[in-house]
């Protein structure tokens, strides 16, 4: 890893030294990137105010909390494109133009996971917060916390193993040593995964509900509080 910046680092600094580029081709290249960063804050201002305003009179938080989470994303998504079109005008050599497209491209990665990420956590927080409203008293909705972090995690862990493969380094000894260290944690975590799913097997059905009366077997009796996915 240390070796690849060093190499980037010496390829950017022996194109500024000996750089032909014409002051026209520098001021092209600013004007490219003000007008990317105009464009991206009348996306950020403009049209997204419009979009959140329209969400409210319709009353759909559903659009509201998807407007918020991509505002950002597509904001930096057009400032990123501004730039790598600028730096491509400057008529780069070919190993800072490598330099400039796996740069590039790692953004854009994190950028997508930031997108993705931000989708799905406005989509299951509206999930949650309807079936609450809908359906107050039985406690439906209670995984979905648990979902958004799992798609988080998923997310966090696609995304770095994308810019590793980007930025030329082996993903495959992450890969197997991802997997074996998930079948370690899975038989650590064997009771609760147990219980997570024992859980779910409660909620679903339907069976047990919060407020009914419940005896078992060894003579412990009372009333159902809450049903979440670890415990009732």
């Avoid at 057009?78 to 491209?105: D, E, H, M, R």
């Avoid at 770095?160 to 000894?173: A, F, H, R, T």
Wanted: glycine share 10%; proline share 3%; charged share 10%.
């Amino acid at each position: 890893m240390s070796e690849l910046f060093r190499d980037w680092w010496q390829a950017m600094s022996h194109w500024a030294a000996g750089s032909g580029t014409t002051w026209v081709d520098l001021l092209i290249s600013g004007v490219i990137v003000v007008a990317a960063i105009a464009i991206a804050i009348v996306f950020s201002t403009l049209v997204f105010r419009r979009l959140l305003r329209l969400s409210i009179m319709s009353s759909m938080d559903f659009d509201v909390k998807t407007a918020a989470a991509i505002r950002m994303p597509f904001a930096a998504f057009i400032v990123l494109s501004g730039i790598y079109v600028a730096l491509t005008v400057l008529s780069p050599p070919a190993a800072v133009q490598v330099v400039v497209n796996k740069t590039s491209g790692v953004i854009a990665v994190l950028i997508g996971a930031s997108l993705v990420n931000g989708v799905a956590s406005a989509s299951l927080l509206w999930v949650q917060i309807y079936l609450r409203r809908a359906h107050p008293d039985r406690g439906e909705g209670w995984m979905l916390p648990l979902v958004r972090r799992g798609v988080l995690g998923f997310v966090i862990a696609v995304a770095g193993m994308v810019c590793l493969d980007i930025l030329g380094i082996n993903i495959s000894p992450l890969v197997a040593g991802l997997g074996i260290a998930g079948l370690a944690v899975a038989l650590a975590l064997q009771p609760t995964l147990a219980n997570v799913f024992a859980g779910t097997y409660v909620v679903t059905e339907g069976l047990i509900s919060v407020g009914d009366y419940v005896e078992m077997s060894n003579g412990i009796d009372g009333y159902v509080v809450d049903v979440s996915w670890r415990s009732t």
